[in-house]
């Protein structure tokens, strides 16, 4: 009788039966496949799948995974009584035996099983793509105490690969900036995240502000605390001639790097960057000596004091700040309290700046002023 002819629930009843028929002649012929290794070698075939595509014309990819489904029902002998019975399909099968195959080697063989059952019982309800994600949390089901501890060596398997993915490369640009790309563990990212949020302005673009952010925290590393480097306390040089350091004009080198006069006078005010003074023929004039720079007593005494930057209307904390001669150390400024005063990276780099001026306001706070 033509399919036209049948009455709608007569269809209905039709392909439901089609569907466990085709799902039971399916594990009926991987079964036979997965014993049909003699077939391949009477036809000199690499296997039985491949001898199979070439006589059923199907394509080679379709007949690998039907000979690796094979041998997986081989392996799982409660999916496969299942397909036999109509109750899994084929790709749901696919989904039973891949999740899992999927867990630890130390999950035991009754675990196994029950969470085979368990994903053939799903089956009853769930598509494929339900079936593959409840997969991925079968333990949690079967098994809870075994998934919170097959979790825990998971999450390390998975932190000690991001430790060996770790990378950093830098690329100069030719235009004064470096490009930096960096790969690292998802818990160090978000530790910087944090670090580099507290210093989040409104007034700019959140990758700006990050960007600002992570140089000021360079800027603050303690070079005390960084282990040595060619057997000497990690130091950064800037070297500047004498003649520029005076007139605040001309160029400096900061290690291999071309700065700014300002740019330099503005880093030998801090403890982590050693000024080297040159003379007319290149001759070191001077090496920055420790008593130049304000040591960790004093600058936490100026932290006490002045609690954050004390540019007029701003609010940066003292833990972000520099500590700035108000009497350059070039033109003989003492290193004490009464002559320093704490300035964000911001302010720090406007009082080296020749195109602004400071003057002190009665509150203690100091206004910059942009020179006519």
Known sequence: ???DYLRTRDKEEALLTLARAEAELTELRLR???AASDVAEEHAARDAGTWLAHATHVTGQAARADLHLAADLEAHPLTAAAMRVGDVNTAQARVIVRSVDKLSD?????TRARAEKHLIELAATHDPKDLQVLGTKI???VAPDVAEAELGKALEREEQAARDKCSLKMQRRGDGTTKITALVPDS???????YLDAEDSPRVTRSRSRGEAFCRLLEVLDPNRLPDHGGDATTVFVTIPLETLV???GSAMLGSTVISAPEARRLACAAKIIPVVLGAESEVLDLGRAQRFYLAAQRKAMRLRDRRCRAEGCSIPAAWCEAHHLKPWSEGGKTDLSDGVLL???HHHRAHDT?????KLASGDWRFHRRT
Do not use: F, G
């Open 188 to 194: 160090i990212a978000e530790r910087l995240t944090t």
């Open 247 to 249: 007139n605040e004009l």
């Open 344 to 346: 964000c990276s911001h």
């Open 139 to 141: 333990l949690e089901v």
């Open 32 to 34: 036979v496949l997965a």
């Open 106 to 110: 130390e999950v035991d063989d009754l």
């Open 355 to 359: 195109r602004y001026s400071m003057t």
């Open 1 to 3: 009788m033509p399919a």
